[in-house]
């Protein structure tokens, strides 16, 4: 008489959890300008963005793991961002969806933040002005396989992000008048007074 195993996965469970991350994306969209245009576009039935598990654009940060930042922020907007960004539970992730977002784009102007990054720790840039919702999937398919390659099961590692991972800082200003990028609770507007 033969020994039937029943249907059985046998799996290191950090992988596991990685896997699952990855294919399920809660997006928390913080679009403000044209950018958002294109976001919206990626949500729609042409690209689809079901098909990579992150269709489920959610307006509360509690329940999102994913923020596209999408278009300019100024000065007014970066306390509500990072307001948000403070309420999503880790592991949570940032993607900076267009040239605006990134680097200021074309707006060098006071009022506008040259590049979300100084603020919030960000994981995929999405270059162009706007950027197409191809370059937004491409980027959203990038995150899942870091995702997949990065992590445990108890999610420890993401409460120590408070080290800058993107672009260098301003040589040409002050150590003492820029915060961030660096700590990330401590982050703070440029001041030059």
Known sequence: MAITIPDIMLA?????????????????????????IELMATGASKHDIARFGAEVMRFSPRQC??????G???MKM????????????????CISMGACASSGGVFDTYAVVQGVDRFIPVDM????????????????????AKIRQTGTLQGTEFGKR?????PLQNADLPADVLTAPGDYTKSQRINLN
């Open 12 to 36: 290191r469970l950090d992988p596991l959890a990685n896997w699952v991350r990855s294919n399920s994306l809660w997006p928390m969209p913080f679009a403000t300008a044209c950018c958002g």
């Open 65 to 70: 793991d994913l923020m596209i930042v999408a």
């Open 72 to 74: 300019r922020v100024v």
């Open 78 to 93: 970066l306390p509500v961002l990072q307001r948000i960004w403070m309420q999503m539970p880790e592991p949570k992730w």
């Open 125 to 144: 840039y999405v270059p162009g002005c706007p950027p197409r919702p191809e370059q937004l999937i491409q980027s959203i398919i990038d995150l899942q």
């Open 162 to 166: 408070t080290e800058h991972k993107g």
